[in-house]
C-alpha cells in the first residue's frame, strides 16, 4: 500500500520471504505467519486513517470500525482525540459491565460518531444499530467472527441498510486471506448457513497468487494449511 514508511515496506518484504521457506515444524510456520500477519497491520495503519478521515469529511456521521491489533485500535483513537471526533472504544480490557453502557451511550448520543470495537473482544453481545456502516480495517482468519461483528450493527431497530466496507491491502497478508475467506463463506453458503451474506456482496480479488511464481504459490499452500485450522491466537 502507498504511504508506508520504507522500514515498514522492508520488513513487510522480510515476513513474506521468511513466509516462502522452509519450515521444521507447524510452530516455525505459524510463528512465521504471525510476524507476517503483524507486519501487515502496521504497513496499514497509514491508509487506514486516511480512510476514516474521509468518510468523516463525506458526512458519515455513525459507524462502527473493527481492528484485531491494538496498534491499530492505538492509532485511530489517538488521531480521531486529536481530530475532536467523538468516540468510544471497547477492546479486551475494557470491564464487561463498561461495555452495554458504552454501547447504550453510543447508540443514543449525537455526539459521538465513530465506535472503535475489537474484533474479538466487541464481535458479540452488543448492539450498535444507530450505525449504518461497518468498517473492518483488518481481515480475520475465523469468518464466523466478522460475521458477528457485522451483526452488531444488523440489529432489531435497524430501519436502514448497513453499508460493509473491507479494507484489504495488496503486498500484504490480506492478499493471502481474502480469497480465503470468501472460499470459506461460500462453502458455509452452500451449506445453507446464514454467513452466506458475506460472499453475496464481496468483491472478488484475484490478485493474490500467480501461478508461474513459485515463492508466491508457497506462501499460499501454508495459508491454507494454517487457515484451515482457524488460528484465533494472532496477536
Same mark, same amino acid.
Given at each position: 500500500?502507498?504511504?508506508?514508511?520504507?522500514?515498514?515496506?522492508?520488513?513487510?518484504?522480510?515476513?513474506?520471504?521468511?513466509?516462502?521457506?522452509?519450515?521444521?515444524?507447524?510452530?516455525?510456520?505459524?510463528?512465521?505467519?504471525?510476524?507476517?500477519?503483524?507486519?501487515?497491520?502496521? $504497513?496499514?495503519?497509514?491508509? &487506514? %486513517?486516511?480512510? /476514516?478521515?474521509?468518510? *468523516? #469529511?463525506?458526512?458519515?456521521?455513525? @459507524?462502527?470500525?473493527? $481492528?484485531?491489533?491494538?496498534? &491499530? %485500535?492505538?492509532? /485511530?483513537?489517538?488521531? *480521531? #482525540?486529536?481530530?475532536?471526533?467523538? @468516540?468510544?472504544?471497547?477492546?479486551?480490557?475494557?470491564?464487561?459491565?463498561?461495555?452495554?453502557?458504552?454501547?447504550? #451511550?453510543?447508540?443514543?448520543?449525537?455526539?459521538?460518531?465513530?465506535?472503535?470495537?475489537?474484533?474479538?473482544?466487541?464481535?458479540?453481545?452488543?448492539?450498535?444499530?444507530?450505525?449504518?456502516?461497518?468498517?473492518?480495517?483488518?481481515?480475520?482468519?475465523?469468518?464466523?467472527?466478522?460475521?458477528?461483528?457485522?451483526?452488531?450493527?444488523?440489529?432489531?431497530?435497524?430501519?436502514?441498510?448497513?453499508?460493509?466496507?473491507?479494507?484489504?491491502?495488496?503486498?500484504?497478508?490480506?492478499?493471502?486471506?481474502?480469497?480465503?475467506?470468501?472460499?470459506?463463506?461460500?462453502?458455509?453458503?452452500?451449506?445453507?448457513?446464514?454467513?452466506?451474506?458475506?460472499?453475496?456482496?464481496?468483491?472478488?480479488?484475484?490478485?493474490?497468487?500467480?501461478?508461474?511464481?513459485?515463492?508466491?504459490?508457497?506462501?499460499?499452500?501454508?495459508?491454507?494449511?494454517?487457515?484451515?485450522?482457524?488460528?484465533?491466537?494472532?496477536?
Amino acid at each position: 500500500p502507498e504511504g508506508i514508511n520504507t522500514r515498514t515496506k522492508a520488513e513487510l518484504a522480510a515476513a513474506a520471504k521468511e513466509m516462502a521457506k522452509g519450515f521444521k515444524s507447524k510452530q516455525e510456520q505459524k510463528e512465521a505467519l504471525i510476524v507476517f500477519y503483524n507486519k501487515t497491520s502496521e $504497513a496499514k495503519i497509514h491508509c &487506514i %486513517l486516511e480512510y /476514516i478521515l474521509d468518510l *468523516l #469529511e463525506s458526512g458519515r456521521q455513525k @459507524f462502527l470500525v473493527f $481492528a484485531h491489533h491494538k496498534l &491499530i %485500535l492505538d492509532a /485511530i483513537s489517538e488521531e *480521531l #482525540e486529536k481530530k475532536n471526533v467523538g @468516540f468510544i472504544r471497547i477492546d479486551g480490557s475494557t470491564p464487561s459491565a463498561e461495555r452495554q453502557s458504552l454501547s447504550q #451511550e453510543f447508540q443514543f448520543s449525537e455526539k459521538l460518531s465513530v465506535a472503535i470495537l475489537s474484533l474479538t473482544a466487541a464481535n458479540m453481545g452488543l448492539t450498535l444499530s444507530s450505525a449504518d456502516l461497518v468498517v473492518f480495517t483488518e481481515l480475520f482468519w475465523n469468518p464466523g467472527v466478522l460475521m458477528q461483528a457485522e451483526d452488531r450493527a444488523h440489529r432489531i431497530g435497524q430501519t436502514s441498510s448497513v453499508d460493509i466496507h473491507y479494507l484489504v491491502a495488496k503486498g500484504t497478508a490480506d492478499d493471502y486471506l481474502w480469497p480465503l475467506i470468501e472460499k470459506k463463506i461460500r462453502v458455509l453458503g452452500e451449506a445453507g448457513l446464514s454467513e452466506a451474506k458475506f460472499s453475496e456482496t464481496a468483491e472478488t480479488t484475484n490478485y493474490y497468487t500467480c501461478k508461474e511464481d513459485t515463492k508466491q504459490q508457497t506462501i499460499l499452500d501454508l495459508f491454507q494449511r494454517i487457515f484451515s485450522e482457524d488460528i484465533e491466537d494472532m496477536d
